[in-house]
């Protein structure tokens, strides 16, 4: 079983920054990609960035050149770095892992959620 807890989130007015971090713990054997998804209200909830285990990043394309996804593998946690924040990137921030186990069975786990609030 693995825990992820989220830190970091806040209120900040419109172009501030924010930095998100997620610290897995519990029993962890590799994790492979680690990211970061949010759901704002009424809407469903979307990828923001990944990253895998070698570095190789991805956004969605609204984040780009505005958030940074980087991770610690020895720590096993990820940030994001979030710049220039826009009022429509208020949302619920949940960090996501996929965890393998030593036998290869893959699994999929959730953070509780942080709130980012960006105000106009």
């Known amino acids: 079983q693995v825990q992820l807890v989220e830190s970091g989130g806040g209120t900040v007015q419109a172009g501030g920054s924010l930095r998100l971090s997620c610290a897995a713990s519990g029993i962890i054997f590799r994790l492979n990609a680690m990211g970061w998804y949010r759901q704002a209200p009424g809407k469903e909830r979307e990828l923001v960035a990944t990253i895998t285990r070698l570095g190789i990043t991805n956004y969605v394309d609204s984040v780009k050149g505005r958030f940074t996804i980087t991770r610690d593998i020895a720590k096993n946690a990820v940030y994001l770095q979030m710049n220039s924040l826009k009022p429509e990137d208020t949302a619920v921030y949940y960090c996501?892992?996929?965890?393998?186990?030593?036998?290869?069975?893959?699994?999929?786990?959730w953070g509780q959620g942080t709130q980012v609030t960006v105000s106009s």
């Open positions: 996501n892992a996929d965890s393998v186990s030593p036998y290869g069975s893959r699994y999929d786990y």
